[in-house]
């Protein structure tokens, strides 16, 4: 399609387990953001990745949360032994050209940690 | 002080109000602005950017004024439509990517 996909789009997992999301951005997007959102909060900046250049990781809250970018297109961001304080809205993001671009976002991928 | 300020709201007004969303800013050097909005249980989608001079978008302008660190959002004659979460953002200096979202403010348009 021509936007930004997440999957999956709804993942419920119990506490300690590992888990993956993954974002393709839209052709030909340079840049990726990882955000999330809990419940009635706003958005929290992870992690993005701009081009062939070291990705900005200081958003990520804890050495448990790790993301990588293949090819300069697919993202994943793993969260390992997963908390219950990691239920949240996961959004990725991405963007072309400058730091004036447009954000274009996915639908999210809503993790429930039990 | 946070990256990224924004009246807590929320913000309850009748069709055709006008309406102002006040968002500060702590780093000096950012240099891209922008409004998103965020329907409920929606992503957010960009509403417009904010420009230096102050633009206009049909019912919508945005202001900013640099020596303030301040940034506004001014719906006139609004519609139900415009119900919805107001996000502030901002780039975290010169042309650094990395965008900081206010926590946005909760806007209600009542018939």
């Known amino acids: 399609g021509a936007g930004v996909s997440q999957s999956p789009s709804n993942k419920v997992t119990e506490k300690g387990k590992d888990v993956e999301l993954r974002c393709d951005p839209i052709s030909g997007h340079t840049a990726l953001y990882w955000y999330r959102q809990s419940l009635g909060q706003g958005l929290e900046f992870l992690i993005y990745?701009?081009?062939?250049?070291?990705?900005?990781k200081s958003g990520l809250p804890s050495d448990r949360f790790s993301a990588e970018r293949t090819g300069g297109s697919v993202s994943t961001l793993t969260i390992q032994r997963t908390q219950q304080e990691d239920s949240a809205v996961y959004l990725c993001a991405s963007r072309s050209g400058g730091a004036a671009g447009e954000l274009f976002f996915g639908e999210g991928s809503r993790l429930t940690v039990l | 002080r946070k990256e990224v300020e924004q009246d807590p709201g929320p913000f309850n007004v009748p069709e055709g109000a006008t309406v102002a969303f006040n968002c500060t800013y702590s780093?000096?050097?950012?240099?891209?602005f922008f409004w998103y909005r965020q329907d409920c249980r929606k992503e957010p989608k960009l509403l417009m950017s904010v420009y230096s001079s102050g633009n206009e978008d049909g019912r919508f302008t945005a202001q900013l004024n640099r020596a303030s660190q301040y940034i506004s959002l001014l719906i006139r004659d609004s519609k139900l439509s415009d119900s919805a979460t107001y996000l502030c953002?901002?780039?975290?200096?010169?042309?650094?990517?990395?965008?900081?979202f206010g926590k946005g403010t909760l806007l209600t348009v009542n018939p």
């Open positions: 953002v901002v780039n975290s200096g010169g042309s650094n990517y990395k965008l900081t």
């Open positions: 990745f701009q081009g062939n250049s070291a990705p900005d």
């Open positions: 780093n000096s050097a950012s240099q891209s």
